[in-house]
Every structure is written in C-alpha cells, then in structure tokens.
Antibody, heavy 120, light 111 residues
Framework: VQLQQSGPGVVMPSQTLSLTCAISGDSVSSNSAAWNWIRQSPSRGLEWLGR?????????DYAVSLKSRITINPDTSKNQFTLHLNSVTPEDTAVYYC???????????WGQGTLVTVSS | QSVLTQPPSVSGAPGQSVTISCTGN?????????VHWYQQLPGTAPKLLIYGNSNRASGVPGRFYGSKSGTSASLAITGLQAEDEADYHCQSYDSRLSAWVFGGGTKLTVL
C-alpha cells in the first residue's frame, strides 16, 4: 500500500487548505481501513485531524478543535481522499500527512508529507 | 501540550539499552485502547514500529520491545545502533476526546 499526497505548499490566510491523498494497493472503500489526516508542527507535535471510512455507508470523524473548519471527502472514482481546512491562519502552518489506520494496528502507511505554510 | 507525555530526549551509547516512557490517563492508555509506537527519521514521515502495545511491525528488528501497564506504556531499545537515532512517538485513542492522540515525541541520540 502506498499513499501519494498532492497539493499547494502555500495558502493565504483566511483561505482554504486542500490536500489530496491518492491510494494505491488498497481501496478508499475498504471495510477494514480508515483514511486519516494528521499534521505535525514544532509547537503541537503530531495532531490527528480527522478520518473518513466506509462501513456499508460513509462516516467521518473530526478533531473537536477543528470540527467547524474541516471536511474530509472520499473520491471512489479516483481512489483518493481529500482534506479541506477553511479559514486558515498562520497557526495552521504544519507538515500534513495522510495515513491509513487498518485493523486496529496503528497508522500504516503514511504519505510522504506536505509542508503547508499559511502566509500572505 | 500533547495528551500523552513522553520525555523530550533520551540518549545512550552504541550497544546500550534505553527505555522511552509514554504516560496517559484513564481515558486513553488506562482503558482498553492499544498503544502504538512510531519511528521518525530526520526529514521523513513517521513509520509504524510497534502496534497493539507489543507487536513489532513488519521488518522491525527484535531489539525493539513495547509494553503497556496501567496508564503508561514503554518502548525499550536494546543493543543501540547509530541508525536508531530518530524521534519516537507513542499513540493511542482517547475516549473523552473521541480522538486519536499522540505523545510529544522523544528524540533518541546515540552517543
């Protein structure tokens, strides 16, 4: 299984951060996996942002602190999932990772990471 | 600060052993939820090292041991090698926050 991230490295304040994670070797519609976004910054360390997963229907869970600003959408036609974080501020500057959580065995694998800087 | 508490740094000489602690509470590690450990080499993404408290991920040398007791977990590394120099992160689930949570990470220096 491999995860390949894409998206811009710079986002202007108050705009929307959007990143995509393309999946190979597994399916976004898997009944055993959950597809996650995690970010890492020097001030906050690793921070789980949210997940999307399919169990007869689609579910989403988000970190409480971000619930009003975040959306994670699956795209079954392209076998990928996308993070949208709106109204960004410089505090959202971080390296963003996508990762699979499978069978209760931790996050594995991870995407390569995308440094997103919020700046005008 | 992070929900799970780790020491910021540990160090040891080649061949020695080190232990990294991960302390939580009754809504995360102290419950039924497992602890997982990740190794992060400089400039790379975290990589699964230990899952389900004590199971080594595929390809992980037998020098790495994970354990959990009460509201804490530990990662032990024996026979330290230079290539073990990295950041190590613990992770579990928090039922009060309804979220996956991480420790702040521990930087291992091989002297």
């Amino acid at each position: 299984v491999q995860l390949q991230q894409s998206g811009p490295g710079v986002v202007m304040p108050s705009q929307t951060l959007s990143l995509t994670c393309a999946i190979s070797g597994d399916s976004v519609s898997s009944n055993s996996a959950a597809w996650n976004w995690i970010r890492q910054s020097p001030s906050r360390g690793l921070e789980w942002l949210g997940r999307t997963y399919y169990r007869s229907r689609w579910y989403n869970d988000y970190a409480v602190s971000l619930k009003s600003r975040i959306t994670i959408n699956p795209d079954t036609s392209k076998n990928q999932f996308t993070l949208h974080l709106n109204s960004v501020t410089p505090e959202d500057t971080a390296v963003y990772y996508c990762a699979r959580y499978y069978g209760g065995k931790g996050f594995d694998p991870w995407g390569q990471g995308t440094l997103v800087t919020v700046s005008s | 600060q992070s929900v799970l508490t780790q020491p910021p740094s540990v160090s040891g000489a080649p061949g020695q052993s080190v232990t990294i602690s991960c302390t939580g509470n009754g809504s995360n590690i102290g419950t039924i939820y497992d602890v997982h450990w990740y190794q992060q080499l400089p400039g790379t993404a975290p990589k699964l090292l230990i899952y389900g408290n004590s199971n080594r991920a595929s390809g992980v040398p037998g020098r790495f041991y994970g354990s959990k007791s009460g509201t804490s977990a530990s990662l032990a590394i024996t026979g330290l090698q230079a290539e073990d120099e990295a950041d190590y992160h613990c992770q579990s689930y928090d039922s009060r926050l309804s979220a996956w949570v991480f420790g702040g990470g521990t930087k291992l220096t091989v002297l």
